[in-house]
């Protein structure tokens, strides 16, 4: 066999080492870069020959020799990484499988575990050069619809949150037993009209006295110009444990039952504000849904302890923040959150097929097949961490590590390129 053989294995070696010194290079290099995967390369040797022509020896046994090393394979480890906490809303990482679904400034669609994400001039979702994010929108109807096509994520900052006119009012309140007739408690409740404008109500409550013991009538008034209608006014009857037994609305019976008609619901208002919006349908819930009673009869001051009712006003986007779902949701200044968008996720049946194609993306390719696009947490994509990114999953201790050994195997072959070197010039040097 000649010896040109053991030099061009050599340099094989010395090749293929400097591609391994390459993949450790640009892993090394990429410690800091935010949702990088490293890579590995493995090595093969050449397929070998047989010394002059016999491939055997005299017990059958091949005589083959190597001719050298070749790489093998370069693939990406897509192993988690650990997260980092920004602060920043819009920045998002992959817990799990999946990829941040992209398309270009050029309408490629292209792939990333990088979720630094930022807002441009128009609101649209961008990642750091320039490429839209895909997933979903709030529509017309005010809801997020994740069966549409995926379309880049805009998020408005001028979106407000429309007004809701309260529709229920609940108060906890004790009328004392001990009061006098005549005795008064008053209790203010501030409520919202259709176009979130604040109205005051003031429900009065009044003891009645004898011989309509452990009764008191009440009557729900309205600021000035409102009309206050439906059953606004009525008496109420407590059992002699301070229980609320009856409720009955004008007119009332005549006469009127020393303990109530026995059957207790929650007035039901219709308020007109007079002021231009719409008639407000408001419960003053007495009982709740669980027969509990929010009013009581008991020898404690008459007092109200507390009150609650379910409208607001209008209110201007404040903060945004995303839910392990993918959810872009808006805190509003009227205590509302609101879903404004929804990020796509992308899934491959191989992963190592993907093809780099720079600034933190992946392409598609036959080996990689065609992407699954969908949700957060379904089918087999990872969940979504806000204001965390992932970093790079570069084990630098490991590539120190491989760095020696390449370090080693391409000293080795370049010894063997010397050697052979000096071998051949002593065959020269057989003619002198």
Not at 90 to 115: K, P
Not at 207 to 212: C, D, F, N, S, T
Not at 235 to 247: A, C, K, N, V, W
Not at 261 to 275: D, Y
């Amino acid at each position: 066999m000649s010896l040109y053989s053991a030099f061009y294995s050599g340099l094989s070696g010395l090749s293929t080492n400097a591609n391994a010194l390459n993949v450790i290079g640009n892993n090394l290099s990429n410690i800091n870069t935010v949702g990088f995967k490293g890579s590995a390369m493995t090595f093969r040797d050449i397929f070998s020959t047989s010394l002059g022509g016999v491939s055997t020896q005299g017990n059958g046994n091949p005589i083959q020799f190597g001719l050298g090393v070749q790489t093998n394979s370069v693939s990406q480890d897509f192993s988690q990484s650990a997260f980092q906490g920004t602060g920043n809303a819009l920045d998002m990482a992959i817990q799990g499988n999946g990829f941040f679904t992209l398309q270009t400034i050029e309408g490629r669609q292209v792939f990333s575990r990088a979720g630094n994400f930022t807002r441009n001039n128009d609101g649209y979702l961008v990642a750091s050069d320039g490429s839209s994010v895909m997933g979903w929108n709030r529509d017309a109807s005010g809801m997020v619809n994740t069966s549409a096509s995926p379309a880049p994520v805009r998020i408005d900052t001028g979106t407000t949150s429309a007004a809701f006119a309260t529709r229920n009012i609940r108060m906890g309140v004790n009328l004392s037993s001990s009061a006098a007739a005549g005795a008064t408690l008053t209790t203010p409740v501030q409520v919202y009209d259709s176009q979130g404008n604040v109205q005051t109500l003031n429900v009065t409550y009044t003891k009645v006295g004898a011989p309509l013991l452990n009764t008191w009538d009440f009557v729900v008034t309205g600021p000035t110009g409102a009309v206050v209608g439906g059953q606004n006014a009525g008496r109420l009857s407590f059992s002699d444990t301070g229980t609320l037994i009856s409720t009955d609305y004008l007119p009332l019976a005549s006469p009127f039952p020393q303990n109530g008609s026995g059957t207790v619901t929650n007035p039901a208002l219709s308020i007109n504000w007079n002021n231009g919006t719409a008639i407000s349908p408001i419960s003053l819930n007495l009982i709740n849904a669980d027969a509990s009673s929010n009013i009581t009869q008991l020898s404690a001051v008459s007092s109200t302890n507390s009150s609650f009712q379910d409208g607001y006003g209008a209110g201007s986007l404040r903060d945004l923040m995303v839910d392990q779902n993918g959810i872009i949701s808006g805190t509003f200044t009227n205590g509302q959150v609101i879903a404004l968008s929804q990020v796509a996720i992308s899934s491959f049946n191989n992963m190592n097929g993907l093809v780099q194609t720079g600034n933190n993306h992946w392409g598609q390719s036959l080996a990689s097949g065609s992407p699954t696009i969908g949700l957060a947490n379904q089918g087999g994509r990872g969940g979504v961490l806000g204001s965390n990114l992932e970093l790079s999953n570069v084990d630098v201790a490991g590539e120190f590590t491989k760095l020696i050994l390449s370090q080693r195997g391409y000293q080795a072959n370049s010894r063997i390129v010397t050697t052979t070197d000096e071998l051949l010039q002593e065959t020269l040097n057989l003619k002198r």
